[in-house]
C-alpha cells in the first residue's frame, strides 16, 4: 500500500525520470544569410540608419536566389550539447523581418519564413513576433552593426519544416509559454541611403514545462492507488 510519504518519493522519481527521458530542452536555429536591409524612418520611408540611436524600422526581405536559407540546425539538451545540422535541402521562398527601433532600442516587429512556396504551394512556413527587449550595437567593424532581441509567440505550420522534423516544436506552440526564441542580425553594414545585406541566426526554444509533468506523474500515481 502507498503511503503518503512513499508516493511522494515515487512521483519524485517519475518526475525526474520524466524530465530527463521525455522533456529534454530543444533549441532550433535557422541560419539565414544575405537578407537585403532597408532603414526606415518613423512614418515608414526609406531613410538612412540611425546606427545605435536609430528611430523607426529596419526591414529584411530575401532577394532570391541571393538570400538562402543555408542551413536548420538543433540541439537537444542545453549546453554544452552541441547543435546538429539538419541536412536541410528545400529553399527559402519567403523571407520578411521587421525590426521596431526607438533611440536603438528594439520595440517590437516580427518574422515570417516561407520555405518550399510555404502553406500555399505545399510548402512551410515559421513565424514569430519580435519583442520590446533588444538592441542596435556597433560592432568592432567601422561602419557596421548588429541587432538582438527576443521573440514570442512562435508557430510552424505543421510538423515538419521541408524536411526537418519539427512535431514537437509544432505541438508546444499551442501552450504557454508558446515558442519563445531570440535573434542575432549581423554583419550590418548599411550604405549612406540605409540599404545593404545582412545575415541572421533566428532560434526557437521547446522548453517542457516541469510542472505539467509532474502532475501528469502525480495524477498517473493517485490513479493507480484508487485502483488498489
Same mark, same amino acid.
Given at each position: 500500500m502507498l503511503t503518503a510519504k512513499s508516493l511522494a518519493a515515487v512521483a519524485g522519481a517519475v518526475l525526474v525520470a520524466s524530465t530527463s527521458a521525455i522533456a529534454q530542452e530543444r533549441r532550433l536555429q535557422f541560419d539565414v544569410n544575405n537578407l537585403a536591409f532597408q532603414a526606415r524612418d518613423v512614418a515608414g520611408a526609406p531613410s538612412a540608419f540611425g546606427g545605435t540611436a536609430h528611430t523607426g524600422s529596419i526591414t529584411f526581405i530575401d532577394q532570391l536566389p541571393t538570400t538562402v536559407l543555408a542551413a536548420i540546425l538543433i540541439r537537444t539538451g542545453g549546453l554544452p550539447n552541441p547543435f546538429v545540422n539538419q541536412g536541410f535541402s528545400g529553399s527559402l521562398s519567403d523571407a520578411a523581418v521587421t525590426i521596431n527601433l526607438a533611440g536603438g532600442l528594439v520595440t517590437g516587429g516580427s518574422i515570417?519564413?516561407?520555405?518550399?512556396g510555404g502553406p500555399g504551394g505545399g510548402g512551410d512556413r515559421y513565424t514569430a513576433t519580435i519583442g520590446a527587449v533588444g538592441?542596435?550595437?556597433?560592432?568592432?567593424? +567601422?561602419?557596421?552593426f548588429t541587432i538582438d532581441a527576443l521573440t514570442a509567440l512562435g508557430a510552424f505550420s505543421d510538423g515538419a519544416y521541408g524536411n526537418v522534423a519539427?512535431?514537437?516544436?509544432?505541438?508546444?506552440?499551442?501552450? +504557454?509559454?508558446?515558442?519563445?526564441?531570440?535573434?542575432?542580425?549581423?554583419?550590418?553594414?548599411?550604405?549612406?541611403s540605409g540599404s545593404g545585406f545582412g545575415h541572421m541566426d533566428i532560434f526557437v526554444n521547446n522548453v +517542457?514545462?516541469?510542472?505539467?509533468?509532474a502532475l501528469l506523474?502525480?495524477?498517473?500515481?493517485?490513479?493507480?492507488r484508487r485502483r488498489r
Open positions: 515570417l519564413l516561407d520555405v518550399n538592441s542596435v550595437q556597433a560592432s568592432p567593424t +567601422p561602419g557596421e519539427v512535431a514537437d516544436f509544432f505541438a508546444a506552440q499551442g501552450t +504557454p509559454p508558446f515558442l519563445t526564441g531570440d535573434f542575432l542580425a549581423f554583419s550590418i553594414q548599411p550604405s549612406p +517542457p514545462a516541469p510542472a505539467s509533468l506523474g502525480l495524477g498517473g500515481l493517485l490513479a493507480a
